[in-house]
């Protein structure tokens, strides 16, 4: 194939030429073509069987029939090598825990717990061990992640930093033999923990907005630009940076010198999250970084590079959001036994059962969707579209059960000095940032599901809008038709074909009937929501990227619906009778979601139900949960 030269003229994306069809701007078209251009060489990172047009999600919705078993992680091993090293990092985790010493005296985790983990092996988890590390599949590291989390959400949160969003992916992925050898070692023992560095002043969801430029002068480049909210950056540690080299985006791996100086500085700020560790901005002034550390993916540029770690970060925010809730969770049960209203405890009211009842729900939620979601990246999918649905369900249960259940059950005790709300309010808020702003994320995930459609029914019909010079296409215009006539004949045959479909009937043997009723429900709504996709397509057409409220609303509409896929499927498999009445319970509501139906007093029943187990200790995971002393307690 002959490559482009300099002379030509690209051929422009269908999604450039609907922009422009829309009266978008040139700096917009641009913008937005080259992170639909990234996105497209990410996908071509995967065999095609596991990309996006081939994702669980993706074929849910458009196959016509849910491919169940893609939706049904088997049982994780009893044991697996990395175990060991698993289970001392708990234990240093749970020690410095009940010791007091996780925090130095500047209230961030201690440099004595960085090391103390480095030696049981935490920081090389995802690293293969002939580098030094311990090679966990994802599925056992996402979990692991929740264990660890329930003792330190910032310790679990660093180890995502680390080996997902951080180095560790850039270089594991992308990185050439002598890279890999000469950089992930000191990855892997935490001699150079790590960061990446992306956001700028003026680049947070545009990427395409880099301002840091490299130069390169030598055997070295020269970078010259500025970084903004980058976690775990301090003196002597390692980041990957996005740079704008050669007019493109690159990733260069920088060893940061051990103290600031004329070309490295740091940028403080006051940040209410991430208070336990560091979070600064970075300013470089003709800062070295050597040639060889310039990574080169096979396609792409460091867009590429960019999109391809977030997908991991995605299912560990879900992980740690996990890991909170059953905080709240355990932290709820003794205050709500204590806390009496009228001479009964307020365990017996059923608002506080029904809040009790919500929260095992999202805990049984989130749990599911990182099983899932670890368990597809393992296999070898890309995983776009079911690690960002992981991300929004993970994040916005979070802030739910923080303000909602846990904050408004504890009252006003919650606003108290040392009380875990009050204290940590940002910490539970600001996934809903990280990663990706979840309606952002929505749109996104929208994006991705309609793309392989549009490009199939819709991308003919707008080309042959042009060829003919149509701008404004009127169905009940008989020359607009006959012109487009063949177009809109494969169109008027799929969905024709879709709206006779046969039901989606799967019903797997011994599952329980509430499971499966919820399980029909989904089956039955990924076919209305093909139809529902495609018939806003065709009604808004090249405006669609302007009808942001519905693309966010059809978006939620599939997530709601994959997440009932997973949760059934999952609590049927995995949980006891508390699991699956919690996962009842969330599917439910996500149902009435959907519905608009207002819940039933069997509803109102089950919620009490599922409270007295979880009174009852039928919800095992909270073993071993730290629990915090009930402050101002007012018995004499």
Same mark, same amino acid.
């Given at each position: 194939?002959?490559?482009?030269?300099?002379?030509?003229?690209?051929?422009?994306?269908?999604?450039?030429?609907?922009?422009?069809?829309?009266?978008?701007?040139?700096?917009?078209?641009?913008?937005?073509?080259?992170?639909?251009?990234?996105?497209?060489?990410?996908?071509?990172?995967?065999?095609?069987?596991?990309?996006?047009?081939?994702?669980?999600?993706?074929?849910?919705?458009?196959?016509?029939?849910?491919?169940?078993?893609?939706?049904?992680?088997?049982?994780?091993?009893?044991?697996?090598?990395?175990?060991?090293?698993?289970?001392?990092?708990?234990?240093?985790?749970?020690?410095?825990?009940?010791?007091?010493?996780?925090?130095?005296?500047?209230?961030?985790?201690?440099?004595?717990?960085?090391?103390?983990?480095?030696?049981?092996?935490?920081?090389?988890?995802?690293?293969?061990?002939?580098?030094?590390?311990?090679?966990?599949?994802?599925?056992?590291?996402?979990?692991?992640?929740?264990?660890?989390?329930?003792?330190?959400?910032?310790?679990?949160?660093?180890?995502?930093?680390?080996?997902?969003?951080?180095?560790?992916?850039?270089?594991?992925?992308?990185?050439?033999?002598?890279?890999?050898?000469?950089?992930?070692?000191?990855?892997?023992?935490?001699?150079?923990?790590?960061?990446?560095?992306?956001?700028?002043?003026?680049?947070?969801?545009?990427?395409?907005?880099?301002?840091?430029?490299?130069?390169?002068?030598?055997?070295?480049?020269?970078?010259?630009?500025?970084?903004?909210?980058? !976690?775990?950056?301090? &003196?002597?540690? %390692?980041?990957? @940076? /996005?740079?704008?080299?050669?007019?493109?985006? #690159?990733? $260069? +791996?920088?060893?940061?010198?051990?103290?600031?100086?004329?070309?490295?500085?740091?940028?403080?700020?006051?940040?209410?999250?991430?208070?336990?560790?560091?979070?600064?901005?970075?300013?470089?002034?003709?800062?070295?970084?050597?040639?060889?550390?310039?990574?080169?993916?096979?396609?792409?540029?460091?867009?590429?590079?960019?999109?391809?770690?977030?997908?991991?970060?995605?299912?560990?925010?879900?992980?740690?959001?996990?890991?909170?809730?059953?905080?709240?969770?355990?932290?709820?049960?003794?205050?709500?036994?204590?806390?009496? !209203?009228?001479?009964? &405890?307020?365990? %017996?009211?059923? @608002? /506080?059962?029904?809040?009790?009842?919500?929260? #095992?729900? $999202? +805990?049984?939620?989130?749990?599911?969707?990182?099983?899932?979601?670890?368990?597809?990246?393992?296999?070898?999918?890309?995983?776009?579209?079911?690690?960002?649905?992981?991300?929004?369900?993970?994040?916005?249960?979070?802030?739910?059960?923080?303000?909602?259940?846990?904050?408004?059950?504890?009252?006003?005790?919650?606003?108290?000095?040392?009380?875990?709300?009050?204290?940590?309010?940002?910490?539970?808020?600001?996934?809903?940032?990280?990663?990706?702003?979840?309606?952002?994320?929505?749109?996104?995930?929208?994006?991705?599901?309609?793309?392989?459609?549009?490009?199939?029914?819709?991308?003919?019909?707008?080309?042959?809008?042009?060829?003919?010079?149509?701008?404004?296409?009127?169905?009940?215009?008989?020359?607009?038709?006959?012109?487009?006539?063949?177009?809109?004949?494969?169109?008027?045959?799929?969905?024709?074909?879709?709206?006779?479909?046969?039901?989606?009937?799967?019903?797997?043997?011994?599952?329980?009937?509430?499971?499966?009723?919820?399980?029909?429900?989904?089956?039955?709504?990924?076919?209305?929501?093909?139809?529902?996709?495609?018939?806003?397509?065709?009604?808004?057409?090249?405006?669609?990227?302007?009808?942001?409220?519905?693309?966010?609303?059809?978006?939620?509409?599939?997530?709601?619906?994959?997440?009932?896929?997973?949760?059934?499927?999952?609590?049927?498999?995995?949980?006891?009778?508390?699991?699956?009445?919690?996962?009842?319970?969330?599917?439910?509501?996500?149902?009435?979601?959907?519905?608009?139906?207002?819940?039933?007093?069997?509803?109102?029943?089950?919620?009490?139900?599922?409270?007295?187990?979880?009174?009852?200790?039928?919800?095992?995971?909270?073993?071993?949960?730290?629990?915090?002393?009930?402050?101002?307690?007012?018995?004499?």
């Amino acid at each position: 194939m002959t490559p482009n030269t300099s002379s030509e003229t690209p051929t422009p994306s269908f999604a450039e030429q609907a922009l422009r069809l829309g009266g978008k701007s040139e700096e917009e078209v641009r913008s937005l073509g080259a992170v639909d251009k990234a996105d497209d060489q990410v996908e071509t990172l995967f065999l095609p069987q596991y990309q996006t047009s081939s994702s669980p999600v993706h074929r849910a919705i458009w196959d016509g029939k849910v491919p169940l078993d893609l939706f049904d992680p088997p049982p994780l091993a009893p044991s697996a090598p990395c175990d060991t090293a698993m289970n001392k990092c708990l234990d240093v985790v749970r020690r410095r825990r009940r010791s007091k010493t996780l925090l130095d005296d500047r209230r961030k985790i201690s440099d004595e717990t960085l090391r103390e983990l480095a030696e049981a092996g935490y920081w090389g988890m995802l690293i293969d061990p002939k580098y030094g590390g311990q090679g966990a599949p994802f599925a056992r590291f996402a979990p692991f992640l929740t264990k660890v989390a329930v003792y330190d959400s910032t310790v679990s949160a660093l180890a995502s930093v680390h080996g997902c969003i951080g180095a560790v992916d850039p270089v594991r992925t992308f990185g050439t033999a002598e890279q890999k050898s000469r950089l992930l070692p000191t990855l892997a023992s935490g001699e150079r923990l790590s960061a990446f560095a992306l956001t700028e002043p003026r680049a947070g969801s545009d990427l395409t907005a880099l301002k840091t430029m490299a130069e390169r002068v030598g055997d070295h480049f020269e970078v010259t630009g500025e970084k903004l909210f980058i !976690t775990n950056v301090v &003196p002597g540690r %390692t980041v990957g @940076l /996005v740079v704008k080299l050669e007019g493109k985006p #690159a990733v $260069l +791996i920088a060893d940061l010198p051990s103290e600031e100086n004329d070309e490295f500085q740091l940028v403080p700020y006051g940040l209410y999250a991430l208070k336990q560790t560091w979070n600064q901005g970075i300013r470089f002034r003709k800062f070295r970084v050597p040639v060889e550390n310039l990574l080169k993916p096979k396609v792409g540029d460091g867009l590429t590079i960019a999109y391809h770690g977030l997908n991991l970060g995605r299912l560990a925010l879900c992980a740690g959001a996990a890991a909170n809730m059953r905080f709240f969770l355990a932290n709820l049960l003794p205050w709500i036994g204590y806390r009496r !209203t009228y001479g009964k &405890p307020i365990q %017996t009211r059923e @608002l /506080v059962q029904r809040r009790i009842a919500r929260l #095992a729900a $999202l +805990i049984v939620g989130a749990d599911a969707l990182v099983a899932w979601g670890a368990w597809l990246i393992d296999q070898g999918y890309r995983g776009e579209l079911e690690c960002i649905l992981a991300k929004i369900f993970g994040s916005e249960a979070q802030k739910e059960a923080a303000i909602e259940l846990f904050m408004k059950t504890h009252g006003g005790r919650s606003f108290l000095h040392g009380h875990p709300f009050g204290d940590n309010l940002h910490e539970y808020l600001a996934p809903c940032i990280y990663e990706g702003e979840g309606e952002m994320l929505g749109m996104a995930f929208f994006k991705s599901i309609v793309k392989t459609h549009g490009q199939q029914y819709f991308e003919p019909i707008g080309k042959a809008l042009q060829a003919n010079g149509i701008k404004d296409f009127r169905p009940s215009n008989p020359v607009h038709l006959w012109k487009l006539r063949k177009e809109l004949a494969v169109y008027s045959r799929w969905r024709t074909s879709r709206t006779f479909l046969g039901r989606d009937r799967q019903q797997p043997a011994g599952m329980d009937p509430r499971l499966a009723g919820h399980l029909q429900f989904a089956l039955d709504m990924c076919q209305k929501l093909a139809l529902e996709l495609s018939s806003a397509m065709r009604t808004h057409q090249v405006s669609l990227a302007d009808r942001q409220c519905r693309m966010a609303e059809l978006s939620q509409q599939v997530q709601d619906t994959i997440t009932m896929l997973v949760v059934t499927q999952w609590a049927q498999r995995h949980g006891n009778d508390t699991i699956r009445l919690a996962a009842h319970v969330l599917c439910e509501d996500l149902r009435r979601k959907m519905t608009g139906e207002r819940p039933s007093d069997r509803c109102f029943r089950e919620l009490a139900e599922l409270a007295d187990a979880v009174y009852a200790g039928g919800f095992e995971d909270l073993a071993g949960v730290p629990r915090d002393e009930i402050l101002m307690r007012y018995d004499g």
